[in-house]
């Protein structure tokens, strides 16, 4: 008996499903049974791939291994390569091999083997260049590309074969499943303490080229990626110093992306912001960001500049900040330099302090991120670029006392914050404020926003409009101070809280 027209009917069910509700279906299923879903047959497959590339090839994190690498390439050269826009390199790699004091029977020999073979075939990958050029054949195949990030941690997937409780799954990058199954031991990824400790060790020398290879590949790749976004996020290291000084013999191939690149994120850390001497109006300053300056004047197209101070101190995030408000560097670190009164003499000897920024005539979005800073000097860099900015997003920003009586009375400088900055004339859409704080007698208070009359407080408050002045209103009357209650006993202005 032939079944065979009773199979088409079914098959012709199944295809007379309206696409939005086959994709409403498709949107219950796991990872494998979407996959199973997208094998019954190839107008099944043609019907969801455009949701399906969107999904799992829109964004995509890779290594610098070889494998990972040429699987990279492969897509570009498949017919996902359209649908690729954000490209994630991590920095996680093959550990160097365990000490032979560690190996106790034949079964530690045979993986000290293998992780030694992984690791020596991995630096000699590194050390050939192969990854700067697989890098650039795959951005050359990728036209849609919008954003090439470096980060240290795994991204966000999406609500698929996620644990519950709106959380999201996460992706593992390409050749991740190779060492944890096949090789069985786990990658490594640089970590750098929180100190200022500037050892040319692997993990910086690691993150530094990583770095620079995007990079190279990056100015390689310039006629077809013009305007890609260039993002850095990183958790547990931070972009060394050193990366951001642009070898001499690549600056012909660099500097011109650099020239023309719109979007900008750094994340720094204390390794970032490495101190120089210079001669500041005939008195020795130590100045915690020169490269960082030097990087950032060869970025005068900017329109979205986000900078992340991880794990900094005060002295070293001012510098960079008032580099880029343009205000006079203040001499408070002259007192680190007094003992060295021989400097004084040979002051002429130092270097003069970083050239001023770029005019940055078309900044439109400026993101400030876990930093501690009196406000006068937000202000000013806000002033500096009032002309074009639009949007303004602060988060984790902590405002020291800008007045030795700040510290004392209860005075919301949040508050008086948002009054200043109405009255400096900017044209802005957008302002994000989130988890910021304020210090009062040594304790850091929480500012807490309620964004609707019978919501709770919450720690995000954001606006956009083009009124100014009842913008910062709003911000300011949905404001409220969480002060210490050892403090509730001291006399001020309580009334401050809205000053």
Known sequence: MDFQPSQKKQESYLLAVP??????????????????????????????????AEEYFSKKPFMFTETSLRDLVNISNSRFAPSLRYLIMTLHHPPPPPSSNHTKNAIDALEHNRKSEEYNSHRTFIGLGQHVELLTEALCNLPNLEMVGLQDFRPPHSYRDASGNGSFSLWDNYDTPRFNGEKRFFLDEP????????????PVL???????????????????????????????????????????HLEPSILPFLQNLKVLSLDLGPQSLQSTYHNNNGRPYVYFGSLISKFLSRTPSLEHLSLTFRNCEYLESKGILEWLAEVP?????????????????????LPQLPPPPP????????????????????????????????????HDVIFRCPTPYDSTVKVNLWARFM??????????????????????????CTVWFKNAPNAPFGFTRAWTGNDLRRGSMDFITSMAISWPEHHETDTGDESSDND
Not at 329 to 349: E, S
Not at 419 to 444: D, F, P
């Open 419 to 444: 009054s200043q900055l109405a009255e400096l004339g900017l044209n802005l859409s957008t302002i994000r404020l989130s988890h910021v704080w304020q210090e009062y007698k040594g304790c850091l």
């Open 19 to 52: 696409l939005e509700v086959l994709l409403d279906i498709s949107s219950y299923l796991s990872t494998t049974e979407y996959g199973n879903l997208r094998r019954v047959c190839q107008d099944i497959e043609a019907s969801l791939f455009k949701t399906f």
């Open 329 to 349: 560097f203040t001499l408070q670190h002259w007192l680190l330099t007094r003992r060295n009164a021989g400097l004084m003499g040979d002051i002429q000897l």
């Open 206 to 248: 690691y993150t530094c080229d990583a770095f620079l290879t995007i990079l190279r590949a990056l100015g390689k790749t310039r006629e077809t990626h013009n305007s890609a976004r260039l993002e850095v996020r990183l958790q547990r290291c931070n972009l060394p110093a050193i990366a951001l000084n642009v070898p001499r």
């Open 359 to 394: 005019e940055y005539l078309c900044l439109e979005q400026l993101d400030i991120a876990m930093v501690s800073i009196k406000p006068p000097l937000l202000l000013n860099l806000f002033a500096r670029y009032k002309s074009s900015l639009r949007r303004i997003l602060l």
């Open 191 to 202: 970590i750098f303490d929180k100190g200022g400790n500037f050892d040319i060790g692997g």
